[in-house]
């Protein structure tokens, strides 16, 4: 079992940048593939990014590629998601996510069903 974390979130105006943690607690950090998922108000949640257990692979929606850098540091049990480039749409509660341990690595958006453990939110606002 693992409990995640959320901060780094606030307030920033559009065009800014933020960097989000999830820290995790326990010594099996390194058996879980890790994501990052945003629900915005009124929407659904949504996948944002997905990093493998030792980095190699990382998966981004597209409607964050190129703006959006996933990225973890398994001796310091912490995933980041680096957000550039903030829209005003980027305004969301943003959700640390890890999958089911030792899973193959999901080549895919990972829907919520893939999520063993979240974390409790961390809310980003955009100012236009």
């Known amino acids: 079992q693992v409990q995640l974390e959320e901060s780094g979130g606030g307030l920033v105006q559009a065009g800014g940048s933020l960097r989000l943690s999830c820290a995790a607690s326990g010594s099996t950090f390194r058996f879980y593939d890790m994501g990052w998922f945003r629900q915005a108000p009124g929407k659904e949640r949504e996948f944002v990014a997905a990093i493998s257990r030792n980095s190699g692979s990382i998966y981004y929606s597209d409607s964050v590629k190129g703006r959006f850098t996933i990225s973890r540091d398994n001796a310091k049990n912490t995933v980041y998601l680096q957000i550039n480039s903030l829209k005003p749409e980027g305004t969301a509660d943003y959700y640390c996510?890890?999958?089911?341990?030792?899973?193959?690595?999901?080549?895919?958006?990972?829907?919520?069903?893939?999520?063993?453990?979240w974390g409790q939110g961390s809310q980003v606002t955009v100012s236009s």
């Open positions: 996510a890890a999958g089911r341990p030792l899973r193959p690595w999901l080549a895919r958006p990972w829907t919520k069903d893939d999520v063993d453990y």
